[in-house]
């Protein structure tokens, strides 16, 4: 499925083609790609990127368009170390003296750009990120990975977001919900049935 079917679509399943509607359709289905993808791990959002820690310094720079980190290593003399994630204050209290410097172990995301490595690195590793991040949208793009392999998905998707904006009838929402649910269990099977939250 295609951009222009699946607006086509969404047009003459509601049969509502009013202006404020359809200028807000391109919403709706960024609202439900982004639902898809957040509940699903879906081999278009996987990424991989790599950086470099800097000595003296805990903190790493994330990827910009991370949502959420599957897992991160560091390449050190003897070979890759994958680091265990744990909470910032955990790795405050294991490491408190920043100026003690060593070969990272732990990993804690401190903000929405930032992670926190420990102890404080020594060298400059170079650091692998493995991570989800959000897809090019079909209103972008016109056909996606995601409206190509499932796009009755997407579509009840989006027509669910669409009733919730027209303030439709609850069976007929209720029946997309439902159609959108079985979908995604579908995209789930096909993907190994991990969700992106999972990895936060």
Request: proline share 4%.
């Amino acid at each position: 499925m295609n951009y222009t079917e699946l607006h086509d679509l969404i047009i003459s399943t509601t049969q509502n083609n009013e202006t404020t509607f359809v200028a807000a359709i391109d919403g709706f289905i960024q609202t439900a790609e982004r639902r898809i993808h957040m509940e699903a791990n879906l081999p278009s959002s996987r990424k991989n990127t790599t950086g470099v820690t800097t000595v003296g310094s805990r903190s790493v720079t994330l990827p910009t368009d991370y949502i959420a980190l599957k897992s991160i290593e560091i390449t050190t003399a003897t070979g890759v170390v994958n680091l265990l994630q744990k909470a910032a204050e955990y790795i405050t209290e294991m490491y408190p003296v920043v100026a003690t410097q060593a070969e990272p172990k732990l990993y804690a995301v401190y903000d929405s750009s930032t992670i926190i490595v420990g102890p404080t690195p020594g060298l400059a590793y170079p650091v692998a990120f493995h991570y989800f991040a959000m897809p090019t949208s079909i209103v972008t793009a016109t056909t996606t990975w995601l409206s190509t392999n499932f796009g009755q998905t997407l579509l009840y998707a989006t027509l669910l977001e669409a009733y919730i904006f027209m303030k439709g009838s609850a069976d007929v929402m209720g029946y997309y919900k439902a159609a959108a649910d079985v979908g995604m269990k579908e995209i789930q099977t096909a993907t190994g049935g991990t969700k992106m939250n999972d990895y936060r």
